[in-house]
């Protein structure tokens, strides 16, 4: 396979029990390399996030366990696991972890 990484192709796998979350950290696996799409799974500590930043695509986030706040100028939303959000590209955004949380992050252009 040229385009997708860290995924098996002789059995299925588990996306919440492929990384896992650990207090105070961000631990990240990335599971496409192309230049037009970024597909990567994210564990993130409770209170843990990533500041405000913009990505070249639009990018949809969709979270596998726990709950995060995402903000993007005013607005602020809650997910739950089995709930996701697109962001159009260059749109400045944050994600914070309300508990550990476990994501799917796909970015397209």
């Keep these: 396979?040229?385009?997708?990484?860290n995924i098996p192709t002789d059995a299925p796998m588990n996306m919440t029990?492929?990384?896992h979350s650990k207090?105070?950290?961000v631990i990240s696996?990335?599971?496409?390399?192309?230049?037009?799409?970024q597909m990567t799974l994210l564990a993130f500590g409770k209170?843990?996030?990533?500041?405000?930043e913009t990505y070249f695509g639009?990018?949809?986030y969709y979270v596998l366990e726990g709950t995060m706040k995402?903000?993007?100028?005013?607005?602020?939303?809650?997910?739950?696991?089995?709930?996701?959000?697109?962001?159009?590209?260059?749109?400045?955004?944050?994600i914070y972890g309300v508990t550990d949380f476990k994501i799917l992050q796909i970015t397209l252009s």
């Design 58 to 60: 639009d990018t949809l």
């Design 47 to 52: 209170d843990e996030g990533v500041s405000e």
């Design 23 to 25: 207090p105070g950290q």
């Design 1 to 5: 396979m040229d385009l997708l990484k």
């Design 17 to 19: 029990e492929a990384i």
């Design 70 to 94: 995402l903000s993007e100028g005013e607005k602020e939303v809650l997910l739950n696991a089995g709930e996701c959000i697109a962001i159009p590209a260059k749109a400045l955004h944050a």
């Design 29 to 37: 696996m990335a599971l496409s390399k192309s230049d037009h799409t």
